[in-house]
């Protein structure tokens, strides 16, 4: 199957579930996961009008923004972040999905603040006991009322990534989870609408339980180069 037919799919399987939820298509962003993809299959997917990229290592998404050049495309940091590679992200990544610690909140800030910008991003919530990422829904409050002191940093929204499931259906309740953890704090913390949830396995889930980000990569590209 050609770029063009994977992609031409996966549109029409996300406007089939935003037409069975009655949702706006474009109240849904489609970030492409391009990671350990070459740059080239980036700019073919944007010649067939994808804008937004999704890369999970510092120093892939540093390397292609600077050969693709500024403005090229609008990248997006998914993976977890380490404190040491902040500064390959800062002023590169539109948004950075997955804030899960203080700390690294504290050094998006000093980093931002240094380069006058200001950094986008959304706080991973834990999905599920075997992965060591994101914090846990109850520390959610906590966590965003400490973030809110750093001036540089805009927290948005929320992002999850379950369990792998062969069934889909099995995720839909870590996305209407989310869902519901945004809307319970939605009076406090009015800034925090978007929910990152969705991969190539369960989009169309996600899509129904009101993902506002997908981040879809197999689907689009097909199997990932080791
Ligand atoms: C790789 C990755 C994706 C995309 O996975 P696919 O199954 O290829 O769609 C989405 N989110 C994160 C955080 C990832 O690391």
């Known amino acids: 199957m050609s770029l063009k037919d994977r992609i031409d799919g996966v549109e029409q399987r996300i406007g089939e579930a935003c037409r069975r939820s009655r949702r706006k298509r474009e109240d849904v962003l489609l970030v492409a996961v391009s990671k350990k993809f070459p740059l080239d299959m980036i700019f073919e997917a944007r010649r067939l009008g994808l804008q937004d990229f999704g890369e999970n290592y510092a120093q892939e998404l540093r390397d292609k923004q600077k050969e693709a050049g500024e403005g090229a495309v609008h990248w997006h940091f998914i993976g977890a972040l380490q404190r040491n590679k902040v500064k390959y992200v800062v ?61 540089n940093v805009s927290l948005e929204g929320l ?64 199997p990932r180069p080791e």
Do not use: C
């Open 159 to 222: 992002m999850i990534m379950p369990p792998y499931f062969e069934d889909p259906e099995m995720s839909r309740p870590w996305f209407s989870g989310l869902r519901e953890m945004r809307d319970k704090i939605a009076g406090e913390f009015p800034g925090i609408r978007e929910l990152s949830m969705g991969m190539s396995n369960d989009f169309e889930v996600a899509v129904e339980e009101g993902a506002t980000i997908l981040r879809v990569g197999s689907a689009l590209f097909g």
């Open 91 to 151: 002023g590169k990544a539109d948004l950075v999905h997955a804030v899960d610690n203080m700390a690294l909140v504290a050094e998006l800030d000093k980093r931002a603040a240094a380069s006058g910008t200001r950094v986008r991003a959304l706080v991973e919530i834990n999905g599920g006991e075997q992965s060591k990422n994101g914090i846990r829904g109850e520390y959610l409050r906590e966590f965003l009322e400490s973030a809110s002191r750093f001036q």
